[in-house]
Each structure stands twice: as C-alpha cells, then as structure tokens.
Nanobody, 126 residues
Framework: QVHLVESGGGLAQAGGSLRLSCAAS????????MGWFRQAPGKEREFVAA????????YYADSVKGRFTISRDNAKNMVALQMDSLKLEDTAVYYC???????????????????WGQGAQVTVSS
C-alpha cells in the first residue's frame, strides 16, 4: 500500500518562504513521477510542479516557475517543494501525488496520478 504524507507548510508573509515535504512509502518509486498540486477555496485543483524520481527531469507551472523548486531525497524517500517569493495567490491546500510512468514522462493532469497525500495547508498573508 502506497502512502504519501505531506508535512510543512503553514503561514507565511508575502515574499517569504515555506517548504513542503512528502514522505513516500509502500514501494520503490524509481519508476514514478512525483507531483505537487494545489487547490484554493472555490477553485479547481491545479498542477504546481513534478519530477521523475529516477531521471530527475522536472516540470513547473508557469505561475510558480522561478519561485518554487521541487527536489527529492532518495535516502529518505522524500520529495520536497521549496516555495520562495510567496504570493497571496499561492494560498491553497497542497497535495503530493505519485504516478507510475513510462520512461521519464511527467503527467501534468491530476488524473495521471495514482496516489495522493492528505494535503497540507499553505496560507500567505499580506
């Protein structure tokens, strides 16, 4: 059974930084893409960033490019999302997700992911 558990997040001021972590367990993730999605109140879930666990290729939504960085720690089986230069519109519940993929493919839509974490709240204040 795959488990994804997010931690981190919380409250930050605009322009500040927060870090999210996702602890992955239940199998070897070498053939998986790991993604971060977010959902703000009243809005649909949207893609934020993703990377392939083995190949290391990454993809970012335009809205976070240059501000957010996704990374992985193979030894700890964790994926992190470093969020810098936070904006009010980054406020949302952030979800970690895992997708079994072919090659270094990185899905960018939610239905392409097989497993999801429970979510972590990120609130950015002015």
């Amino acid at each position: 059974q795959v488990h994804l558990v997010e931690s981190g997040g919380g409250l930050a001021q605009a322009g500040g930084s927060l870090r999210l972590s996702c602890a992955a367990s239940g199998r070897t993730f070498s053939s998986y893409a790991m993604g971060w999605f977010r959902q703000a109140p009243g809005k649909e879930r949207e893609f934020v960033a993703a990377m392939h666990w083995s190949y290391g290729n990454t993809y970012y939504a335009d809205s976070v490019k240059g501000r957010f960085t996704i990374s992985r720690d193979n030894a700890k089986n964790m994926v992190a999302l470093q969020m810098d230069s936070l904006k009010l519109e980054d406020t949302a519940v952030y979800y970690c997700a895992a997708s079994k993929t072919s090659g270094n493919l990185i899905p960018r839509l939610g239905y392409g992911y097989d497993y999801w974490g429970q979510g972590a709240q990120v609130t950015v204040s002015s």
